[in-house]
């Protein structure tokens, strides 16, 4: 009696489970896996544009778009992008990212990151998404609040009066006119390493409509009390601002202005550097609005190159190795074949660079699909042939069915016709 299929890809194929997201789509920064090496030019161009662009470029935002000559603007890892740099900044406060970039040694500043996106169930205006950015800071793997937190007692001497009075000289200084700082933020963040975190894992979803700006406008205070020079907030899935039916045209505009509001008032105005996700779809729906308000060009056009990155997907199958690698190694076994992409073997790579058109998110989805397909149909290893018959829609009974004479499998491009 045959193995069931993870059975079989535990003892075949040395894989403790499906590696590989099955829907393709990013769920969550605990659960992403990252490598440099799948877009080394784009995450360059990402990191040089947004944070040494906002430390010294003077720039306030920044544009990361999708692009394909097919149309398709999602799949391609803006989000997991924008992620993986957040993790990169906060594990040191920049330290290495700034270096890396090229900034010299004696002018680099300690920053912070924080992602956060809107979506169409709870964060469909700014204030929520604020909110959201200051849970990031405060918790999850992300967060830096506790590590400030500790440098800020530190630096008043293990006195915590010491530590009210420098975040109200820090509110002082950054915004005299600006937001007050929170009474319930301020005792939370002295209390304890968790409680900041506590206390916005309790806030109510009305209050952070209403009030979300002053939870991340109290957060900007703390951080500038110990030394934090710039935060860099990656806001995703902007375009659900725009989407039809998610807000009304007016409060679409109050939303958008929001924004620019937060350009031009402290102590958003010299702290804050805002990226932004963009695709086609994105920009003809918020174009308007955004003009309007006369917020900075999101366009792509060479005038702005040094405000935007596009990514265009994957273009090779040594960038879908590398995908595949970071993804397969955290799950290897005893078993593991001899490749870091076993049982895959040469051509399975650009099978799927074909069928995803280079998006990397499809790509997992369809690399998840085969790898099933393959233990299902209990082979040893899943080579470019069984992957041409089953994305044909001949499917894992292709894999034990004869095909031409010789055993070659037939034209990808016939089978696909």
Not at 153 to 164: C, F, T
């Amino acid at each position: 009696m045959p193995t069931d299929p993870y059975t079989h890809m535990e003892e075949a194929f040395g894989l403790d489970e499906n590696p590989f997201p099955a829907e393709g789509i990013s769920s969550g920064a605990e659960t992403e896996r990252y490598s440099d090496l799948v877009f080394p030019v784009e995450t360059h161009e990402f990191r040089l544009k947004m944070i040494r662009g906002g430390l010294q470029g003077g720039r306030k935002t920044g544009f990361l778009w999708s692009m394909s000559p097919t149309g398709e603007d999602t799949g391609f890892g803006k989000t997991t992008l924008m992620r993986n740099t957040v993790r990169a900044i906060n594990g040191d406060f920049g330290a290495a990212v700034q270096g890396n970039l090229g900034i010299k040694p004696e002018r680099i500043k300690p920053i912070v990151a924080t992602f956060a996106e809107l979506n169409e169930q709870s964060r469909s205006g700014l204030y929520p998404v604020l909110f959201a950015a200051t849970q990031n800071l405060a918790a999850g793997p992300d967060a830096v609040m506790p590590a400030i937190r500790q440098k800020l007692l530190a630096k008043a001497g293990g006195d915590r009066d010491g530590m009210r009075d420098m975040i109200a000289e820090s509110q002082m200084k950054l915004a005299p006119s600006g937001q007050a700082l929170r009474s319930d933020v301020l005792e939370a963040f002295v209390d304890n390493d968790a409680g900041l975190a506590e206390l916005l894992s309790e806030v109510s979803d009305a209050s952070r409509l209403r009030n979300g700006i002053q939870y991340f406008t109290g957060a900007l205070y703390i951080l500038a009390a110990a030394g934090i020079e710039k935060v860099f907030s990656m806001i995703d899935q902007l375009e659900d601002l725009g989407k039809k039916g998610a807000l009304s045209a007016a409060k679409r505009r109050r939303e958008i202005g929001r924004i620019r509001d937060m350009l031009e008032i402290e102590p958003f105005a010299s702290r804050l550097h805002m990226s932004f996700t963009f695709h086609p779809a994105a920009a003809q729906n918020l174009e308007q609005d955004w003009q309007a308000n006369r917020l900075p060009s999101f366009d792509t056009n060479a005038a702005n190159a040094s405000a935007v990155v596009v990514l265009r997907g994957l273009q090779s199958d040594q960038q879908v190795e590398e995908l595949l690698k970071v993804w397969m190694e955290p799950v290897r076994n005893e078993h593991a074949g001899p490749s870091p992409v076993s049982p895959f073997t040469l051509g399975v790579p650009g099978v799927l660079l074909s069928v995803s058109q280079g998006r990397a998110g499809v790509l997992l989805n369809r690399a998840s699909e085969l790898l099933y397909a393959g233990a299902e149909a209990q082979v040893g290893e899943i080579d470019g042939a069984f992957a041409q018959r089953h994305f044909a829609g001949n499917g894992h009974l292709a894999a034990i069915a004869a095909t031409d004479e010789d055993g070659a499998a037939a034209d990808y491009d016939d089978l696909l016709a």
